[in-house]
């Protein structure tokens, strides 16, 4: 079966660190790009991409909100996506959810496979 | 960024009404577009990729039309189980972006 599983997650201040994991199984890990996509809690509030990698993990793209703060990578030898979080603030909680790409070697294609999410929080 | 703008933002149908939500790019985004569906508590579900094509295992009273601009998600003949928010989302570009979502909900 094809499974994500995010952790990591927690209750943190701002302007402190995360560092969130998604282990991947039931698929070749390495031909896939993989995505983190969040959704602040409440009514209303819906889906914001943050970040994919490639495949291989040489390219990256950031969502301008968390540029410069957040760092994605992945380790193929342990079937393991990352999200390095640092600075973060109030508006950066959420619930983390990373996301396989549908098609594979590819960086332009649905997300066809969700984890459970990982819960992050701001706040003194 | 592509913008995405989703209408309605709420919908009341009952079942067995056939169901229209709409979603609009900013630009250009050819066919590359998906449709989600996410009930509480849970991860988004892909029901629609490349605008029309229907997702392996989702029922085909879901369909998924349009190109460039303008797109069109359906659910012919809606049932219990299809009360949720459905969202639109462009992979033409990044950063990628989402709808607002639209809210299909009891009436």
């Known amino acids: 079966e094809v499974q994500l599983l995010e952790s990591g997650g927690g209750l943190v201040q701002p302007g402190g660190s995360l560092r969130l994991s998604c282990a991947a199984s039931?698929?070749?890990?390495?031909?896939?790009?993989m995505n983190w996509v969040r959704q602040a809690p409440g009514k209303g509030l819906g889906l914001e991409w943050v970040?994919?990698?490639?495949?291989?993990?040489?390219?990256?793209y950031y969502a301008d909100s968390v540029k410069g703060r957040f760092t994605i990578s992945r380790d193929i030898s342990k079937n393991t996506l990352y999200l390095q979080m640092n600075s973060l603030r109030a508006d950066d909680t959420a619930i983390y959810y990373c996301?396989?790409?549908?098609?594979?070697?590819?960086?332009?294609?649905?997300?066809?496979?969700w984890g459970q999410g990982t819960m992050v929080t701001v706040s003194s | 960024d592509i913008q995405m703008t989703q209408s309605p933002s709420t919908l009341s149908p009952s079942v067995g009404d056939r169901v229209t939500i709409t979603c609009r790019a900013s630009?250009?985004?050819?066919?590359?577009l998906a449709w989600y569906q996410q009930k509480p508590g849970k991860a988004p579900k892909l029901l629609i990729y490349k605008a029309s094509s229907l997702q392996s295992g989702v029922p085909s009273r879901f369909s998924g039309s349009g190109s460039g601009t303008e797109f069109t998600l359906t659910i012919s003949s809606l049932q219990p189980d299809d009360y949720a928010t459905y969202y639109c989302q462009q992979y033409n570009s990044y950063s990628l972006t989402f709808g607002q979502g639209t809210k299909v909900e009891i009436q």
């Open positions: 039931g698929f070749t890990f390495s031909s896939y790009a």
């Open positions: 970040s994919c990698i490639s495949d291989g993990g040489a390219s990256t």
């Open positions: 996301a396989k790409l549908l098609g594979s070697n590819s960086m332009h294609d649905a997300f066809d496979i």
């Open positions: 630009q250009s985004i050819g066919s590359w």
